[in-house]
């Protein structure tokens, strides 16, 4: 994903600050307005070097529609009726979708819509990030351990990072690049596991959340044996594994992270999230 892109995601989520985010990316506000301004005429292809296809196309038919709506499927099997509906700018109803997915044999009989939750964000990005591991799985070097980080107000995936361990100097290590990029949040929630936390005393202080103290950040903790209150990433974490790890293998943390990196722009500038 592009700087340009990062900046436009960011600054199109409700509340966000354009003149903050300009003096963390490092560019003026002319600068900022014109990504924007190209963004909004030309979609993704005014924040490319050379232009691309034509941003506007002539009208859909009902077969064009169905041939996007299982490629759409093909390419992401995880996708359901309201994401590709969302995709597709709502060209077609989430119920249409989804028959058109029974009919072409894409959804499995036992493929449930999920329940509606209430869902809680905080108010601008920046105000509370989550982190996480997403577990361990082998690979021919030894093990991939992903660490995620997301945005709680925008869904904006901040990093997925194959690590080798998930010691506190190597989650130092990559927060360090991430803050670089994006900044500092006013919170970060963690469970109570290592190396944020200890299972035994759930809200001790570690080294590492000391560091993040002494950079002015706010640690604050899940509640033990409740998932839920890190929510965000605990489904971000069922995305990824749906539509990157199952079923396949890696041989190396390079190939890990390159595929981590696709899905990453993925997510951040096509998959629509639900909650917004």
């Given at each position: 994903m592009s700087l340009k892109e990062e900046f436009v995601a960011l600054a199109g989520q409700p509340g966000s600050n354009?003149?903050?985010?300009?003096?963390?990316?490092?560019?003026s506000p002319q600068t900022a307005y014109k990504w924007l301004n190209r963004y909004a005429t030309l979609g993704h292809s005014g924040l490319q070097d050379k232009s691309r296809?034509?941003?506007?196309?002539?009208?859909?038919?009902?077969?064009?529609?169905?041939?996007?709506?299982?490629?759409?499927?093909?390419?992401h099997p995880a996708w359901g009726g309201r994401t590709i509906s969302s995709l597709l700018k709502k060209q077609?109803?989430?119920?249409t979708v989804?028959?058109?997915?029974?009919?072409?044999?894409?959804?499995?009989?036992?493929?449930?819509e999920q329940e509606a939750k209430l869902r809680f964000e905080h108010e601008a990005p920046n105000n509370l990030w989550q982190m996480d591991f997403k577990g361990h799985f082998p690979t021919q070097e030894g093990r991939c351990h992903p660490l995620t980080l997301l945005d709680d107000h925008s869904r904006f995936s901040l990093a997925i990072q194959a690590c080798d361990n998930e010691r506190g100097a190597t989650v130092k290590e990559r927060l360090t690049e991430v803050f670089q990029r994006f900044g500092l949040p006013a919170r970060i929630n963690v469970d109570n596991?290592?190396?944020?936390?200890s299972p035994r005393n759930p809200g001790e202080i570690t080294e590492l959340s000391i560091w993040l103290i002494r950079l002015g950040i706010r640690i604050s903790f899940s509640r033990p044996y409740h998932p839920q209150t890190n929510g965000k990433i605990e489904r971000f974490h069922r995305s990824l594994k749906a539509?990157?790890?199952?079923?396949?293998?890696?041989?190396?943390?390079?190939?890990?992270?390159a595929?981590?990196?696709r899905w990453r722009d993925v997510y951040n500038l096509q998959r629509p999230h639900q909650a917004l």
């Open positions: 354009k003149r903050e985010l300009c003096r963390r990316f490092g560019i296809k034509p941003a506007t196309s002539p009208k859909l038919t009902t077969p064009a529609l169905e041939a996007q709506v299982i490629a759409l499927r093909q390419d077609i109803a989430p119920s989804t028959n058109v997915l029974h009919r072409h044999g894409l959804i499995q009989p036992t493929t449930k596991g290592p190396p944020w936390g539509e990157v790890l199952e079923g396949r293998q890696f041989s190396t943390l390079k190939e890990a992270q595929a981590f990196d």
